[in-house]
């Protein structure tokens, strides 16, 4: 067995119990304990004379012991040890706290390399509670250590994640094998894995941490990207998808709908039609800003499916999408004389039964619906094309869970949310791409204004304006957290005071994470219909329901949301003829947030502010790797690390290509990564 996979029980100090606890956490093998990496590391190469002691902060010195240890207790809960120290600059003391055991590592007369907190008070210099190291050879150098430090977990601190990392590299060190072969590692600058997995704990300086943090970045996003890769190929690989024939009803689909297609939408549903008349699976990515058109081209493809006799699913994060997908559905393909069912957690029993009849006997031609449409009970008689949209909401096992449903259906992923390329390709690197770029002509451009708290008054009153014109309006208060104590407002306090000083007259709804789905759906459901004025919330809004008389977003804090997130947000209005609005309220004097607000203020491109976004703060809210049920990354950081991830995505879909990768022995470490990392999640990939 590779040394890596051992378990943690085989060091020493790790019996049943402890061994329970890590593995709570996750951790079971060396190779698991070795991959927590430090949060950061704290230099103590570097030291001071007494004399310069830095107070306040923790620093070294090399002393001589002086005199006596001095223990005292103070109280019954302290005890302090004094040991004078000196070093020929000045006089010290080094101090510990409740270690009078101490006492017996220290000699008098004998010089140490200690580090500790410095204070200096009333003329005394202490160094509390330091590490000491005893020097042999005073010729050397101070004998300083860049030290770990490990996120705490529970009951086990930075010291014991440091301890158990030493015994695992101990054991390890030297029989690691690695997953990548030398000419590869040759050709890319990769220091090799031994090196690595020691110097990304206890580097030897700064460079060697540097060369080490790069290479397991590198190693990071290339089995990520590689095996999105290699789910794509099997799919694609897997010859016997469903053929289905182009057929008259799609161009008479095309003719009576009420509008033409944009350029970019007939550019996407001709790649759609295509994948679908081929032999191979479909599994498209089909990304477009909102408002963008994205549902005709689920219609033209679910007709497609339907009118050559196959079932078509399309499933949706909640009831009210499913809802208005539904109604949209019908209506649009109401000549075609297709049963479309809706099917979603609130039906009831007996329509679930029915429902699931229907389904199984093939009665139904095209199904919409929620997380509903994954339960294990439902069968499916013919299911040819299954649709997700707006993606971000699930995961890739959720995904291929309504795929096994059927023998091979074609898959179409449908996301507003505009990912720049390079983190589409690892969020989505299983899926081929097709982008709708254009938004239908005439649109209204949302009006979008960017103020300070200070005009939060004129706000309020504008808004109030529009609902006297019998519009709608959204208020979004950035999210709270857990236990941070954010300076921002919440959304049950702006509730309250719009309540109380703006909009008496009128039918105000507070909603956020904390109220349960079924509420939530009933809130947004009484918005849609016109029973709510004006609907105090957090992001929760923010999944794709159209609510056409909604005029007026305002956004609560603006700089303490993603833009691509303010864009998405945007989008929630100016779905009805009505000239509409988007309101920034932006707490912050920084540069930046004023900066990040202006792009919203300027740009109404999807794509363009998520790479704006991208470089000024971050991919924020719609990258995060275990939402998405990818394996998780535990050293990359985005976007500082962009520049890896993009120097591996080419170098990624080269080997997924070359059949060299598939049958030469190399490969065969790498390859078993990669397999027992998306294992984890579920995930078989059978092609290697
Ligand atoms: P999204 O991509 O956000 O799902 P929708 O499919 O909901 O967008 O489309 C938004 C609105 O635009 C809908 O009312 C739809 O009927 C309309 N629409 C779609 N395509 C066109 C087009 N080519 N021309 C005019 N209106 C269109
Ligand atoms: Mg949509």
Redo the contacts with the bound molecule.
């Keep these: 067995m590779s040394i890596l996979k051992q378990p943690v029980s085989r060091l020493n100090g790790i019996g049943p119990k402890k061994q329970e606890y890590l593995r709570t956490m996750g951790i079971e093998s060396l190779r698991d304990l070795l991959y927590c990496f430090p949060r950061e590391h704290e230099d103590r190469t570097t030291s001071y004379t007494i004399a310069r002691l830095p107070h306040g902060q923790r620093a070294g010195a090399r002393v001589m012991v002086s005199g006596s240890p001095n223990t005292r207790r103070i109280r019954n809960n302290l005890i302090i040890t004094r040991v004078p120290v000196t070093d020929g600059t000045d006089r010290g003391y080094a101090v510990w706290f409740n270690n009078p055991y101490i006492v017996k590592l220290i000699k008098r007369n004998q010089t140490y390399d200690i580090f500790g907190r410095v204070e200096r008070r009333m003329g005394e210099v202490q160094i509390q509670n330091p590490q000491i190291k005893r020097v042999s050879d005073c010729t050397k150098e101070y004998q300083g250590d860049i030290v770990p430090i490990y996120s705490k977990h529970g009951r086990l601190e930075s010291r014991d994640f440091e301890r158990m990392i030493k015994k695992a590299l101990e054991a390890a060190l030297g029989s690691i094998e690695d997953i990548f072969p030398d000419e590869f590692r040759k050709a890319y600058r990769l220091e090799e894995i031994n090196y690595c997995l020691e110097n990304i704990h206890f580097p030897v300086n700064g460079k060697s941490f540097e060369k080490a943090r790069h290479r397991l970045v590198f190693e990071e996003f290339f089995l990520l990207q590689l095996g999105l890769l290699l789910i794509k190929k099997e799919i694609g690989n897997r010859k016997e998808g469903i053929v289905f024939p182009a057929v008259s009803q799609e161009d008479i689909l095309v003719d009576i709908l009420p509008?033409?297609?944009?350029n970019a939408?007939k550019k996407a549903w001709i790649e759609i039609k295509e994948d679908m008349e081929k032999g191979i699976i479909m599994n498209r990515l089909l990304q477009?800003?909102?408002?963008?058109?994205?549902?005709?081209i689920a219609a033209l493809a679910l007709l497609k499916a339907a009118a050559n006799g196959y079932q078509g699913a399309l499933m949706v994060p909640t009831e009210i999408l499913a809802e208005q997908h539904f109604k949209t559905l019908t209506d649009m393909l109401s000549e075609f004389g297709y049963k479309i069912d809706l099917l979603v957690g609130s039906c009831t029993a007996g329509q679930r039964e029915e429902i699931y009849g229907r389904i199984k006997k093939g009665q139904t031609d095209i199904v919409i619906g929620t997380h509903a449409l994954i339960q294990e009970g439902l069968e499916f008689a013919r299911l040819g094309l299954v649709i997700t949209d707006e993606q971000h909401r699930f995961g890739v096992r959720q995904r291929y869970a309504l795929t096994a449903k059927g023998v091979n259906p074609d898959i179409l992923v449908?996301t507003?949310t505009p990912i720049p390329r390079s983190l589409a390709l690892i969020l989505y690197g299983d899926m081929d791409l097709s982008v709708?770029d254009q938004m239908?002509?005439?649109r209204k451009k949302i009006e979008t204004y960017v103020t300070g708290q200070k005009s939060r008054d004129r706000v309020y009153g504008f808004v109030a304006k529009q609902l006297k014109e019998g519009r709608q309006a959204y208020v979004v208060c950035p999210l709270i957290e857990e236990s941070e104590m954010i300076d921002a407002r919440s959304a049950t306090e702006v509730y309250q005071e719009l309540f109380t000083n703006y909009f008496r007259p009128y039918r105000l709804e507070l909603m956020h994470g904390k109220v349960n789905t079924q509420k939530k759906e009933k809130i947004m459901r009484d918005f849609r219909d016109g029973l709510i004025d004006l609907l105090v919330s957090t992001t929760v809004i923010e999944v794709?329901v159209?609510v056409p008389n909604a005029s007026v977003m305002v956004v609560e804090n603006s700089e303490r949301f993603g833009l691509a997130q303010l864009h998405q947000l945007r989008?929630r209005v100016g779905?009805g003829g009505n000239q509409s609005y988007c309101i920034l309220i932006n707490g912050s004097n920084s540069r930046v947030a004023h900066d990040r607000m202006k792009i919203m203020a300027e740009s109404d491109n999807g794509f363009e502010i998520s790479e704006k976004d991208l470089q000024i703060r971050g991919p924020g809210d719609f990258f995060g790797t275990r939402q998405h049920g990818l394996p998780e990354l535990r050293v990359s950081r985005l976007p500082e690390d962009i520049e890896v991830l993009k120097l591996v995505q080419p170098i990624a879909l080269k080997m997924a290509d070359s059949p060299d990768f598939y049958t030469d022995k190399r490969w065969i470490k790498l390859k078993e990564r990669v397999k027992e990392l998306f294992e984890h999640e579920h995930i078989t990939l059978g092609v290697i």
């Design positions: 509008f033409q297609l944009t939408q477009g800003d909102v408002g963008s058109g994205k549902t005709v449908m507003a709708i239908p002509p005439g794709g159209n989008g779905r």
